[in-house]
């Protein structure tokens, strides 16, 4: 057989060129110095290293406020990804159904989106304040004993709380979408054939948004895991006693506040694995089971 | 069995928007009615209230003796096949038509029974296990026939359901509803804007216009004896010639046009002549000449289009004119032909009320 060769020419390299430096550059530069850095143990001044194997890796992994961490961020994730998901698909049910007004009411649905997590931080830190917070007196009103400074369940609340009202927006604007794909044919045909609605959700719309939810989901677990630092970083910063502090907001604890370069790099190499195990799991098992 | 009666039944959209102004209709037992109109003339919207998908704003309808204004689309007993299919893309053939059963709670080996023998009626039982999307437009179509079938509904419902089909298999699916429907001898409303469809399935067809009924009867009572001008010109194809006409007491003319053999017409009024390209005759003692401008060759016919000369539109143009003739008439481009045609074999409306005269 006679293979047919083409003109090479450079020009498509130089194309995506820019693409491949930022990759290299922002991207795969850290996450090898962070490789290489797990294995080194530094001094406190950053005068001297000392090569030593995986015991920066032991150290985080056996350490108790390493657990405690891992703990919170499967807890944190979990709940903020089904709450927001949970909560967006509600609104964007509703917000399909409404007739009059609809865009005013979804514009206010997605303003939430336009706003940076460590604002709504802010924002939250704010309401939560004990002085002049609305909503930690609103609580201390209603008869809870709240104080996200003191119980950690309480500091649990709030960070959820901020998370999940900053990426309900988000998911609305993908599940009205999603929605709004759906034929409007296939929606009377199944008013024909199935008399209660909340059985029509479950059995035709649920399985239709299949696609935007498993998209969702998995922008939702990264948002979780990552984007949500800098809300705990404005409102708990952690506290109480390292029980919302999540496994990237301890990488940067124990980095950049604890200056132990080392053992952050060791934590931050097993969460990328960990979000890599995460991303398998999703793409080979969840992934099949939505229809397209 | 039963009928479907429509009393007075409007419907006005909250923007003031009137869709159907005041339908009556009775629709016998087993019988088949097409919906015929042009486009955005309410045929849809009465079809859509008939299934409980759009509201009746006024007025009655009821399936045999049960009113069934307020009754939600699936108690209604009806089933519907829609234009673009609406099959549920996630599930497999046979999800999709027993979907409606196991929601009605029905038996399993009765919707296995049903499923499989309506499946064998439509030469689908080897898909039952695809999905939607592994099938051609032709076998969607026959699900979605399935899935209404399975249901033994009172009534089927048709809106537009050949339309996206190429016109081999549209002209196939046509015969096969009519076919399946004898079959099963069940009332059905059929809606399509093609009059070849509505003259072919009809029982009785319904031309409806701006939301009115123009006209209601068999296919050919409507051809022969059409009551209204909008009729005429919409049952029939190659259309109607329609010729701007007045009358002097003697002849209807237009220009140098002179058409006598009529009486009984009003003087003072715009009249238009109908004549069906089919009773238009080659003859050299004929009333009009026609300039040819095309001539279509259809195999077992031709249709002479040309200009009527001497007789003009409003707008001072020359009046188009088709005739159908035999496969023999090759008449030469820009040719003239004398046509005549018997005056019994006309019609005559008034312009301004479409209503016909004679």
């Known amino acids: 057989m006679k293979r047919v060769q083409f003109e090479h020419s450079p020009i498509p390299y130089l194309f995506v060129a820019p693409q491949i430096i930022i990759i290299v550059i922002f991207f795969l530069w850290p996450a090898a110095q962070a490789v290489y850095q797990s294995f080194l143990l530094e001094d406190a001044f950053g005068l001297s290293s000392q090569f030593v194997w995986f015991r920066n890796y032991s150290d985080t992994i056996f350490s108790s406020a390493w657990l405690q961490a891992f703990g919170f961020t499967i807890i944190f994730s979990t709940l903020v990804t089904f709450l927001s998901l949970g909560i967006a698909l509600l609104l964007a049910v509703k917000a399909n159904e409404v007739i009059q007004g609809a865009s005013t009411y979804k514009t206010l649905l997605m303003w939430a989106y336009a706003i940076a997590p460590p604002v709504a931080g802010l924002m939250g830190n704010l309401m939560f304040n004990p002085l002049i917070g609305d909503l930690y007196g609103f609580m201390n009103a209603v008869g809870f004993d709240f104080d996200h400074k003191l119980d950690p369940y309480d500091a649990g609340f709030v960070v959820i709380l901020i998370s999940v009202w900053k990426q309900v927006s988000v998911n609305f604007i993908f599940f009205l979408s999603g929605l709004q794909g759906i034929p409007k044919s296939v929606n009377e045909a199944a008013m024909m054939d199935c008399n209660s609605s909340t059985r029509r959700f479950w059995t035709i719309t649920f399985p239709l948004l299949a696609p935007t939810t498993f998209f969702l989901m998995v922008i939702n677990i990264t948002y979780a895991f990552f984007e949500t630092f800098g809300i705990i970083d404005t409102t708990t910063q952690g506290a109480p006693g390292g029980a919302t502090t999540t496994l990237v907001f301890k990488v940067f604890q124990d980095g950049f506040r604890g200056a132990d370069i080392g053992g952050s790099s060791a934590q931050s190499v097993v969460l990328m694995l960990l979000v890599l195990v995460l991303t398998v799991i999703q793409f080979r098992f969840i992934e099949k089971k939505v229809h397209y | ?358």
């Open chain 2, 1 to 358: 069995m039963s009928g479907v009666q429509l009393k007075s039944v409007r419907k006005t959209y909250p923007n003031g928007a009137e869709a159907i102004r005041g339908v009556d209709m009775d629709i016998k037992s087993g019988e088949m009615i097409v919906f015929v109109g042009p486009s955005g003339c309410g045929k849809s919207t009465l079809l859509r209230m008939v299934a409980g998908l759009e509201s009746i704003s006024s007025g009655d309808i009821s399936i045999g003796d049960r009113v069934i204004n307020d009754v939600s689309p699936s108690e209604r007993d009806v089933a519907m096949v829609f234009q673009n299919y609406a099959l549920y893309p996630h599930m497999s053939v046979r999800g999709n038509m027993s979907y409606g059963l196991k929601n009605r709670k029905m038996d399993k080996a009765e919707i296995d029974k049903r499923v499989n023998d309506a499946a064998t009626m439509l030469k689908i039982d080897q898909f039952l296990d695809r999905q939607p999307n592994q099938l051609s437009g032709g076998q969607r179509q026959r699900v979605a026939m399935g899935r209404a079938i399975v249901r033994d509904p009172q009534v089927f419902l048709f809106d537009e359901p050949l339309s996206n089909l190429d016109a081999k298999l549209r002209v196939q699916m046509r015969i096969e509803i009519k076919r399946l429907q004898r079959r099963m001898n069940v009332t059905s409303i059929y809606v399509t804007h093609d009059q070849t469809e509505a003259m072919t399935l009809a029982d009785r067809l319904a031309v409806i216009n701006d939301g009115r009924v123009e006209q209601m009867g068999a296919p050919m009572d409507l051809y022969n004896d059409p009551k209204t001008l909008f009729v005429a010109s919409f049952i029939g194809a190659p259309q109607i010639n329609l010729i701007p006409v007045r009358f002097d007491g003697i002849a209807l003319s237009n220009g140098n046009l002179s058409l006598p053999g009529f009486k009984d017409l009003p003087k003072d009024a715009d009249l238009v002549l109908g004549v069906r390209p089919d009773v238009l005759v080659e003859t050299p003692d004929g009333q009009f000449e026609m300039r040819v401008d095309l001539v279509e060759q259809h195999g077992g016919e031709n249709l002479v289009y040309g200009a009527l000369t001497g007789a003009t539109n409003e707008e001072g143009e020359d009046l188009e004119l088709c005739l159908k003739a035999s496969k023999e008439t090759l008449p030469e481009l820009d040719g003239k032909l004398t046509l005549g045609f018997d005056p019994a074999t006309a019609f005559v409306f008034r312009k301004d009320t479409g209503e016909r005269l004679i």
